[in-house]
């Protein structure tokens, strides 16, 4: 019964991912806003929204275990910038893999993907640190939470300072097709685009919320933690398929929408989410932790570095990919 809940609640989540995503493709073309707006903030909140519902319920409205509800809470906030930045990125590549070849090129704009990964490896190199910080400096480590909350507005401000040329440059947001709430009649205005966008919302918070309550159990009946769980299934059931969004967007050469889709996500779970993580809870280096945090910077390093070099391959994002599988043989060896 419980596996068959996070079943469902996983139906759900696909749902919402669906019907928040094509309201807000027409929502940055209503408002005239660059793929890179509509990709790294947008796009990258909106469908982080379940990521993030599942440690602050946790936190603040999980289960009667305290510590079971920090185990969620750690584990949900580190397990989606690890997964999205090794097995999303591996598998937006390998839907691309056929078509393009093992050497075709991905053509993202620079300026935005550089940004993003430079703000999500400064800011979680400082998560990073935080774990070091004595329980007893709590001035510390809400001063640390604070400067994170204000990198990722300094990153906001600076994508959105960046839209308006690259708009003119010919990366304005397109929508690809015709939005739900329009199939039934309605009109496509600003009213009903918002009603779409929070119609999606609400399905998101309902399959995170369902999350939680199956997560405890179902660790008890695997054998392992729900610090592991969290770490492991919780991103790939609630980040995942909404980043099936990105594997659509680069099918269709909007390679732009796709990495912003995937990078943006891991600025905001860089940033905020640690923050809250720092300031709400052990924040400990334990083992399957330290390895995952290290694994998840390695793995941005190197897309940093591709793009350094010149440009990303199809066959690039694969080590990505390989990232993740080590980590699982580490974390179960």
């Known amino acids: 019964m419980v596996f068959f809940q996070l079943f469902l609640m996983l139906i759900v989540i696909l749902i919402a991912a669906e019907v928040f995503t094509n309201a807000l493709e027409h929502l940055g073309e209503k408002l005239g806003i660059s793929e890179g707006v509509t990709g790294s903030i947008f796009a990258a909140v909106g469908t982080a929204l379940p990521e993030t519902m599942v440690p602050l319920l946790a936190l603040l409205a999980g289960t009667q275990n305290v510590a079971t509800n920090e ?31 093992i050497q075709g090129q991905l053509r993202p704009e620079r300026t935005g993907l550089t940004r993003d990964l430079n703000f999500f490896i400064i800011a979680f190199s400082f998560a990073a640190l ?45 929508a690809g097709g015709d939005m739900f709430l329009c199939k039934i009649g309605l009109p496509n205005n600003m009213i009903v685009i918002l009603v779409q966008l929070v119609l999606g919302v609400g399905l998101l918070i309902a ?60 600025v905001f779970q860089g940033t905020l989410l640690p923050a809250i993580g720092i300031m709400l809870t052990p924040w400990e280096p334990r083992t399957e932790v330290a390895l995952g945090v290290a694994m998840t910077l390695i793995a941005a390093s190197w897309l940093r570095y591709l793009m350094a070099k010149g440009g990303i391959k199809v066959w690039h994002l694969l080590v990505n990919g390989a990232m993740y599988v080590t980590y699982l043989v580490l974390v179960f060896k």
């Open 71 to 101: 185990e969620i809470g750690v584990g949900s906030i580190l397990g989606a910038p690890l997964m999205l930045a090794t097995l999303s990125i591996s598998l937006m590549a390998i839907s691309v893999w056929k078509r393009r070849g």
């Open 130 to 174: 935080a774990m070091f910080v004595p329980h007893t400096l709590a001035v510390v480590r809400y001063g640390m939470g604070a400067v994170m909350v204000m990198i990722y507005f300094i990153y906001v401000m600076m994508t959105i300072n960046a839209s308006k040329a690259l708009v003119a440059d010919g990366h304005a947001t397109e």
């Open 207 to 266: 399959g995170a919320k369902g999350f939680i309550n199956g997560v405890e159990a179902a660790a008890q009946i695997i054998g392992i933690s729900a610090l592991l769980l969290s770490l492991l299934i919780i991103p790939i059931a609630t980040e995942l398929p909404e980043k099936v969004n990105s594997i659509l967007w680069i099918r269709k050469g909007k390679d732009t929408l796709a990495f912003g889709n995937i990078t943006g996500a891991m």
